[in-house]
């Protein structure tokens, strides 16, 4: 079967001269990707959004990359055409890596996972409340367009954003600027969208709404690897992405297929977070370890990717979570808020270059 994580590792070795090191994904170039049979004949068209400048040079790169997409197993034809890529709205100083400026942002950190339910939106939460205890300004987008839960985990689910000269301002919620497209459509809404839409409904939550000043801003990335990841490291100037998994093999896997796109992606990944590690009974202070910990730990060390640390299965977290208070808030001083101020602190620091390995 023709995926399209094998038509985008043929193009991640596409790589134009005017960009030593980058490759036409990591340069965001993949602007459409089909493919279909015609005339029994599998055939694959790509479409590259180029700068405009640089278009009547880069033909002999499109029949480069046509053999590489026609070499991929199941291929049989491949067309590339150019297109001229429209110029960024505003001027982006800051986002070298994509059109969407957010100047007032420092640092963007991704949180992401190789599959839903392995409690990424709930570490995603508690590492930004465990930003704010650093005292951090911090600010969280809910990018999970097909399954929003930070207004429920926040406790403010039924917000209506507030509007003012045509933007969204941002629902404050534990001293966090929170934007969801939860707040927009309501929650039991299912949301069929396609592709395009959701990359279009993403863009908007980040480019229509004043964000105003942060030190980081946070994201709750929607698992696995689709659309969406393809907007935000195409468009956003993520700074890094921390992978939360379970102990499992089965969600390690997913987590080793999310990290393999990001390094694709040429997104450096901060390393894995391993959710439901433990159990530590609250009664006698047993720890029993249900899913055979370690998995992510080991997994991180055979990958080359730093392993951030290890988060209990606690009922106390998933309370906070269905409350809308999330455990670093109700316990401020207790050992949840520690493990999670532990992984935060080398987030940060590995944010500002403190630490931490390059994925690529
Ligand atoms: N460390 C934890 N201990 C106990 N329950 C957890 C923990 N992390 C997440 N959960 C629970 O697991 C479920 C899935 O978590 P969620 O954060 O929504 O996952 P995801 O965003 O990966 O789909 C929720 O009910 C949440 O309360
Ligand atoms: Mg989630």
């Keep these: 079967m023709l995926s399209r994580d094998a038509l985008l590792d043929a193009l991640a070795r596409v790589a134009p001269a005017s960009a030593p090191g980058q490759n036409v994904v990591s340069l965001g170039w993949v ?10 004949q599998m055939t694959v068209n790509v479409s590259l959004g180029v700068p405009p400048d640089l278009g009547p040079s880069l033909e002999p790169l499109c029949r480069e ?10 291929v049989d034809r491949a067309r590339v055409v150019l297109t001229a890529q429209r110029p960024p709205a505003a001027p982006a100083p800051t986002t070298p890596r994509g059109p969407i400026a957010l100047p007032g942002i420092r640092r963007i950190v991704g949180v992401a996972s190789g599959k839903g339910g392995v409690g990424k939106s709930t570490t995603a939460v508690n590492l930004a409340i465990a930003l704010r205890d650093l005292g951090l300004s911090v600010a969280m987008l809910d990018a999970d367009i097909y399954g929003p839960s930070l207004p429920r985990l926040l406790g403010v689910a039924g917000t209506r954003p507030a509007s ?22 309501p929650e039991e ?31 709750d990335m929607p698992p696995g690897t689709g659309d969406a990841h393809l907007t935000l490291c195409q468009k956003v100037a993520l700074d890094g992405v921390a992978i939360v998994s379970t102990p499992q093999d089965i969600a390690l896997l997913d987590a080793r297929k999310g990290l393999a796109m990001f390094q694709k992606m040429g997104v450096r990944v ?40 290890a988060l209990p299965l606690d009922i ?16 401020p001083t207790g050992p949840h808020a520690h493990a999670y101020a532990e992984i935060a602190r080398q987030i940060w620091a590995a944010l500002n270059g403190e630490d931490g390995a390059r994925a690529d």
């Design 270 to 309: 901060l390393g894995f977070i391993e959710n439901m590690s433990y159990y530590l009974c609250p009664a006698c202070g047993h720890r029993d370890d249900i899913f055979s910990t370690g998995g992510a730990r080991r997994a991180a060390a055979d990958l080359g990717t730093p392993f951030l640390g």
């Design 189 to 219: 809404d299912p949301v069929v969208w396609r592709g395009p839409m959701v990359a279009g409904a993403l863009e908007q939550l980040l480019r229509d709404v004043d964000w105003g000043e942060h030190d980081v801003l946070v994201i």
């Design 164 to 185: 003012g000269s045509g933007r969204l301002k941002p629902v404050v919620a534990h001293d966090l600027s929170v934007m969801s497209i939860g707040f927009l459509v």
């Design 31 to 40: 602007e459409g990707l089909a493919w279909r049979a015609e005339n029994g």
């Design 65 to 74: 990359a046509e053999a590489a997409l026609a070499a991929v197993p199941g």
């Design 316 to 331: 106390q977290v998933r309370e906070g979570a269905d409350a809308g208070i999330p455990v670093g808030v109700s316990a």
